[in-house]
T-cell receptor
């Protein structure tokens, strides 16, 4: 079945440093979604990317979809303690009726 | 709006016991699903439903049953709990008609099987 590799698994940064997580697929994707899960919380939808080469921004967060639609990245500029959590990418599978999640990148931000 | 409501939030079961995790949504979403989350493994799809009366298996369906008698409710049943089913369970829903619609997650149910 569809596999989505997400790296790194963990990332510790100092507050103010940048952070990037990557998602890679072996097959071309119709779209990719990104979610954030705070410690002890539930996943919350951040954004969906659909077009080849698409770049979307949400304040300090920049999302990119690769030209070949096989990879994506989430970049956070100048991290803050509020950015702590696990970031997941998710891709449609099973004819679109299933959503397969990457293994997530756990971000810790130290003061 | 309550969104997606899961009960119970915490549960401890003995091996071999059965129980049902409840999930209800008030957004009139056709699509509902159950995921389990284990450390280092992300979220894995257990079962899903695209509408009342229709259910299908996800990635890890063994040991779990579901039913969808109404649009609002999608309970997950563990028939004979095993320690391997210790996990956090999330129910989620969205509009049907494409994965382009935002998925809304419940707050999770923490299950421990001893």
């Amino acid at each position: 079945g569809q596999q989505v590799m997400q790296i790194p698994q963990y990332q510790h940064v100092q507050e103010g440093e940048d952070f990037t997580t990557y998602c890679n697929s072996s097959t071309t994707l119709s779209n990719i979604q990104w979610y954030k899960q705070r410690p002890g919380g539930h996943p919350v939808f951040l954004i969906q990317l659909v077009k080849s080469g698409e770049v979307k921004k949400q304040k300090r967060l920049t999302f990119q979809f690769g030209e070949a639609k096989k990879n994506s990245s989430l970049h956070i500029t100048a991290t803050q303690t509020t950015d702590v959590g696990t970031y997941f990418c998710a891709v449609p599978t099973g004819g679109g009726n299933k959503l397969t999640f990457g293994t997530g990148t756990q971000l810790k931000v130290e003061l | 709006n309550a969104g997606v409501t899961q009960t119970p939030k915490f549960q401890v079961l003995k091996t071999g016991q059965s129980m049902t995790l409840q999930c209800a949504q008030d957004m009139n979403h056709e699509y509902m699903s159950w995921y389990r989350q284990d450390p280092g493994m992300g979220l894995r799809l257990i079962h899903y439903s695209v509408g009342a009366g229709i259910t299908d298996q996800g990635e890890v369906p063994n040991g779990y049953n579901v039913s969808r008698s109404t649009t609002e409710d999608f309970p997950l049943r563990l028939l004979s709990a095993a320690p391997s089913q210790t996990s956090v369970y999330f129910c989620a829903s969205r509009q049907q008609g494409g994965t382009g619609n935002t998925i809304y997650f419940g707050e999770g149910s923490w299950l421990t099987v001893v």
